[in-house]
């Protein structure tokens, strides 16, 4: 199933956008035909991923926040109407802003609170949009919003420990880089003069370091280029099916950060499949959205081929094990849930517990990136000493024979 982006007209002539699932843009042309709507636009949801956009990201902890306050709007007898219409207003971000006025819009019409959020998919996830609407469905739309406001805070917690957890390696690169450009810019040059009068032949590290600060300072525009060049590329390879696979792989068999990476994947899975079962969503249907959800490629295609298991009869802790990627704790969690009939509280519990995992992995990776870091630049002051003092001692080595 591939998802696609529509805005459309229904046939009292409102306008009308969302998320559609289907197997080609045939079938999801027909689909929103069926439903009758009046196509303006459909794209891939996935070239408006790979797509560059300017828009600002809402953040899970703003999510967060605006599910707090609407428990406690709607708890003082607020309608649904008056409620956006008063967290709008106070918000600082412009793209959640228009998007709650939006959805005050389509409320004031008749339409759902859930519908509303629909409209603009790329701003309120399909959990906060099911949760909404079993809210609805059942009266209890403030539980909802409780639930909602718990599910996003954590989330933003966990995501928060991931970017800790490679935040220091990125910067130790980031000032090895610029302690070599530096040095290619300012001390290299310095010396090549004094070099070319010894007379003396230079070694293989001073050369490279040589040629090294020559293009640097004179082809500085071609580096750039490079650099560019390679950044799109990546970027561009990632996008298509086979480098989105190549990387998410990458990600789950990396030394040192692979316990991280499978680690959080698992909590999100449980937390997110904990929070829509709680809402009354069926088993299929929440896997499915927990599949949707997953960053990594290899954990998204294994749940959705795990959607399909289970709808033939076969217990989740079965393909889920089969993946070959979650941890053996979280298969046998998942099976005593399944036999005790108690899998919402034990997908809650596997949660916490890979919350506080991520917790020691992110202390173990930041560990094992010290003595790691440390060997990295005395390897780089290695060989600048080397390039810089080997052509003097090299002199000074003549001087003694003769």
């Known amino acids: 199933m591939a998802q696609f982006n529509y805005k459309a007209v229904d046939q009292y002539g409102k306008a009308k956008k ?7 843009r045939e079938k999801a042309q ?9 196509i303006t636009e459909l794209k891939d949801a996935g070239e408006s991923k790979a797509g560059f956009s300017l828009q600002k990201k809402v953040k899970s902890r703003e999510l967060s926040i605006i599910c707090k306050q609407m428990v406690s709007i709607l708890n003082a007898g607020v309608t649904v109407i008056t409620a956006l219409d008063m967290l709008s207003e ?17 409320v004031e019409k008749g339409g759902s ?57 990125i910067m130790v690169l980031v000032v090895a880089v610029l302690v070599i450009i530096v040095v290619m810019i300012a001390v290299i040059p310095q010396f090549k003069d004094m070099f070319a009068d010894m007379g ?18 004179h082809k500085w525009w071609l580096l750039l280029i490079i650099i560019a060049g390679i950044v799109i590329g990546i970027k561009a390879f990632k996008a298509t099916p086979t480098g989105e696979m190549l990387f998410a792989k990458a990600a789950i ?43 990594n490629k290899v954990f998204r295609d294994g749940l959705m081929d795990t959607k399909v ?36 509280d034990m997908m809650d519990k596997l949660a916490d517990l890979y919350d506080r995992e991520v917790d020691l992995a992110t202390e173990s990776l930041t560990q094992a990136m010290e003595p790691l870091t440390m060997v990295f630049m005395a390897g780089i002051v290695g060989v600048i000493v080397a390039a810089v003092y080997g052509p003097i001692l090299s002199m000074y080595s003549n001087l003694d024979n003769m």
């Open 18 to 24: 969302g998320t559609i699932d289907a197997a080609d």
């Open 30 to 38: 027909e689909k929103l035909r069926s439903e009758g709507l009046s």
């Open 90 to 106: 106070q918000l600082d971000n412009k793209v959640l802003k228009n998007a709650l006025i939006e959805a005050k819009v389509h």
């Open 113 to 169: 609170l859930a519908d509303s959020l629909r409209l603009n998919p790329n701003i309120f996830p399909p959990i906060m949009i099911n949760m909404v609407s079993a809210g609805e469905a059942s009266g209890n739309l403030e539980t909802s919003f409780e639930r909602l406001s718990t599910h996003f805070e954590k989330d933003d917690a966990l995501k928060s420990k991931i970017k800790g957890a490679f935040t220091y390696p």
């Open 200 to 217: 003396v032949d230079l070694p293989v590290a001073t050369r490279i370091m040589m040629a090294g600060s020559d293009f640097v300072l």
């Open 253 to 295: 068999n990396a030394p040192i950060f692979s316990d991280i990476v499978i680690k959080s994947n698992s909590a999100r899975f449980a937390r997110n499949l904990s929070t829509l079962m709680a809402a009354g969503i069926p088993m299929l249907d929440a896997i499915e959205q927990v599949a949707k959800m997953m960053g």
């Open 309 to 344: 298991q289970v709808a033939k009869g076969l217990p989740l802790s079965k393909p889920l094990k089969d993946m070959e990627v979650f941890p053996t704790m979280l298969v046998q969690m998942v099976k005593i849930g399944e036999e005790t009939g108690n899998i919402e």
